[in-house]
């Protein structure tokens, strides 16, 4: 059989970031410090191009024979994840410029991995997969350590480097494992390969559960989520704000082509542990997060807690539970871009305001911006009519609908313990006094950004069926 050329159409959007990485190199070489937002705006052109892309790929294609799939959900992913890399390089702009760290460096490590996340979220077979997995992550290691000045960011790109490392070699087993058994890296051919194999071979099992093992690391689910505090807090604000919204994305299409389309056949043995895992979330999540004084561990914590929220619509084992976790992921990308925005817009030079006595009486410094985080964190605790009650109640009525009312009432019980945080943040803004009364200092472009970025929170939550409707049909 002869060489078949692959139709390269579906993948314009991973060709255009490859280019443009390249572009964006070769130029920043020539540019001063004083002129470095030619690189911003190189960037978000990039980045605005491939989404277009991205965009205008239509039903389902495979290509690369079989390694690659264009289909609803990798479209939807892309666009978003797209979307929220444009807001972080924005917001980033001016915190790195403050504190001399605004290099090229950083909007190349950033597409670098915005590419591997496309890549994820497009993978068809294990190998495609994992070279995604790996080139998000490697650059994800040298963004938290850009900061060559703090230790602490050098000893938290270190933590996340040897544990991403662990799960990255546990999660290479699990799918040799897979192959082992399949005889097949392409996911499609896992899957009928596992139609026909024994469900109880204590092979397949194993190999279950090392993948899921290193998908839950990716998550930050517990017990796998020691390294999210400590790259949250040790990283510069704008790399935290990076890790924790765009890779959530790509961690959702890992795990639906991982454990729906390969080992769907498997459903039985690996619905149990998500929803252990998810539980275990909810509850570490809420519960430590009570115990925080700064507020990007606080969000770090946070974060694993929505994880297990999203990690609940999977256990669901309903095609209404996915598309409730998918519109959970996307709108958590929102919220989380919205709280970091709101951290970085606090600081200023050797100032970084992650803590949460800076946020006292931020409402009497500026009003508006104090309503915005009030919107932010309203959503988060899942208060109608914000974009974060539905994405609760969605998955909530997933849990219901599939007779896991007992998982729904324990998710329920946890998130009243979890709004405790989030309405702390809301009284030091509001009723206490400020411990600093300098203005907030930002870009006309940042400003307008992150208002429009906070406002959608609300607005998501009024006009909530588009994107609902988006979901079930990348879903459906």
């Given at each position: 059989?002869?060489?078949?050329?692959?139709?390269?159409?579906?993948?314009?959007?991973?060709?255009?970031?490859?280019?443009?990485?390249?572009?964006v190199?070769?130029?920043?070489?020539?540019?001063?410090?004083?002129?470095?937002?030619?690189?911003?705006?190189?960037?978000?052109?990039?980045l605005?191009?491939?989404a277009?892309?991205?965009?205008?790929v239509?039903?389902?294609?495979?290509?690369?024979?079989?390694?690659?799939?264009?289909?609803?959900?990798?479209?939807?992913?892309?666009?978003?994840?797209?979307?929220?890399v444009?807001?972080?390089?924005v917001?980033?702009?001016?915190?790195?410029?403050?504190?001399?760290?605004?290099k090229?460096?950083?909007?190349?490590?950033?597409?670098?991995a915005t590419?591997g996340m496309?890549?994820?979220?497009?993978?068809?077979?294990?190998?495609?997969?994992?070279?995604?997995?790996?080139?998000?992550?490697?650059?994800?290691?040298?963004?938290?350590?850009?900061?060559?000045?703090?230790?602490v960011?050098?000893?938290?790109?270190?933590?996340?480097f040897?544990?991403?490392?662990?799960?990255?070699?546990?999660?290479?087993?699990?799918?040799?494992?897979?192959?082992?058994?399949?005889?097949?890296?392409?996911?499609?051919?896992?899957?009928?390969?596992?139609?026909?194999?024994d469900?109880?071979?204590?092979?397949?099992?194993?190999?279950?559960?090392?993948?899921?093992?290193?998908?839950?690391?990716?998550?930050?689910?517990?017990?796998?989520?020691?390294?999210?505090?400590?790259?949250?807090?040790?990283?510069?604000t704008?790399?935290?704000?990076?890790?924790?919204?765009?890779?959530?994305?790509?961690?959702f299409?890992?795990?639906?082509?991982?454990?729906?389309s390969?080992l769907?056949?498997?459903?039985?043995?690996?619905?149990?542990?998500?929803?252990?895992?998810?539980?275990?979330?909810?509850?570490?999540?809420?519960?430590?997060?009570?115990?925080?004084?700064?507020?990007?561990?606080?969000l770090?914590?946070s974060?694993?807690?929505?994880?297990?929220?999203i990690?609940?619509?999977?256990?669901s084992?309903?095609?209404?539970?996915?598309?409730?976790?998918?519109?959970?992921t996307?709108?958590?990308?929102v919220?989380?871009?919205a709280?970091?925005?709101?951290?970085?817009?606090?600081?200023?030079?050797?100032?970084?305001?992650?803590?949460?006595?800076?946020?006292k009486?931020?409402?009497?410094?500026?009003?508006?911006?104090?309503?915005?985080?009030?919107?932010?964190?309203?959503s988060?605790?899942?208060?109608?009519?914000?974009?974060?009650?539905?994405?609760?109640?969605?998955?909530?009525?997933?849990?219901v609908?599939?007779?896991?009312?007992?998982l729904?009432?324990v998710?329920?019980?946890?998130?009243?313990?979890?709004?405790?945080?989030?309405?702390?943040?809301?009284?030091?803004?509001?009723?206490d006094?400020?411990?600093?009364?300098?203005?907030?200092?930002a870009?006309?472009?940042?400003?307008l950004?992150?208002?429009?970025?906070?406002v959608?929170?609300?607005?998501?939550?009024?006009?909530?069926?588009?994107?609902?409707?988006?979901c079930a049909?990348?879903?459906g």
């Amino acid at each position: 059989m002869g060489f078949v050329t692959p139709d390269f159409g579906p993948a314009m959007t991973e060709i255009v970031l490859a280019t443009g990485i390249c572009v964006v190199m070769l130029v920043d070489l020539f540019l001063g410090d004083r002129i470095r937002g030619i690189t911003l705006t190189m960037s978000l052109a990039t980045l605005a191009l491939a989404a277009w892309f991205a965009g205008g790929v239509e039903g389902t294609v495979v290509t690369f024979s079989g390694s690659y799939i264009a289909d609803p959900l990798a479209r939807l992913l892309k666009m978003f994840t797209l979307l929220i890399v444009g807001v972080v390089f924005v917001y980033s702009n001016g915190y790195l410029r403050e504190r001399d760290l605004l290099k090229g460096e950083y909007y190349m490590l950033g597409l670098f991995a915005t590419l591997g996340m496309t890549v994820m979220i497009s993978a068809h077979s294990l190998i495609t997969m994992y070279l995604g997995l790996e080139l998000m992550s490697l650059a994800l290691y040298s963004m938290v350590a850009f900061d060559r000045e703090s230790p602490v960011a050098a000893e938290s790109a270190m933590k996340y480097f040897v544990l991403g490392a662990i799960a990255s070699g546990v999660l290479l087993y699990g799918m040799s494992i897979l192959y082992g058994i399949t005889g097949s890296l392409q996911i499609d051919e896992i899957a009928a390969g596992l139609v026909a194999t024994d469900p109880r071979r204590p092979a397949v099992l194993l190999g279950t559960v090392f993948v899921l093992v290193g998908v839950a690391f990716k998550f930050g689910a517990v017990p796998f989520h020691n390294w999210v505090p400590d790259v949250y807090h040790g990283a510069p604000t704008s790399v935290t704000l990076f890790i924790g919204t765009a890779p959530k994305m790509a961690a959702f299409a890992m795990l639906s082509r991982l454990m729906y389309s390969a080992l769907g056949p498997e459903a039985l043995a690996w619905q149990p542990m998500l929803a252990t895992l998810a539980v275990l979330s909810l509850l570490v999540g809420n519960v430590v997060a009570i115990a925080q004084t700064n507020i990007k561990r606080m969000l770090a914590y946070s974060t694993i807690a929505h994880v297990g929220f999203i990690l609940l619509g999977f256990a669901s084992g309903t095609v209404e539970g996915r598309q409730a976790a998918l519109f959970y992921t996307l709108v958590y990308a929102v919220m989380a871009a919205a709280a970091f925005g709101i951290v970085i817009l606090m600081s200023r030079r050797g100032f970084e305001a992650d803590e949460l006595d800076d946020w006292k009486g931020l409402n009497q410094r500026s009003p508006w911006f104090a309503a915005m985080m009030l919107l932010v964190m309203v959503s988060m605790i899942g208060i109608p009519p914000f974009v974060g009650f539905f994405a609760k109640l969605n998955i909530l009525a997933a849990l219901v609908t599939a007779n896991e009312t007992l998982l729904a009432v324990v998710a329920v019980l946890l998130s009243v313990v979890g709004a405790f945080y989030y309405l702390r943040v809301i009284r030091l803004m509001y009723f206490d006094q400020p411990v600093d009364t300098s203005p907030l200092l930002a870009a006309p472009d940042f400003r307008l950004v992150l208002s429009l970025n906070a406002v959608a929170v609300l607005l998501l939550g009024i006009f909530a069926n588009p994107l609902l409707r988006l979901c079930a049909a990348a879903i459906g």
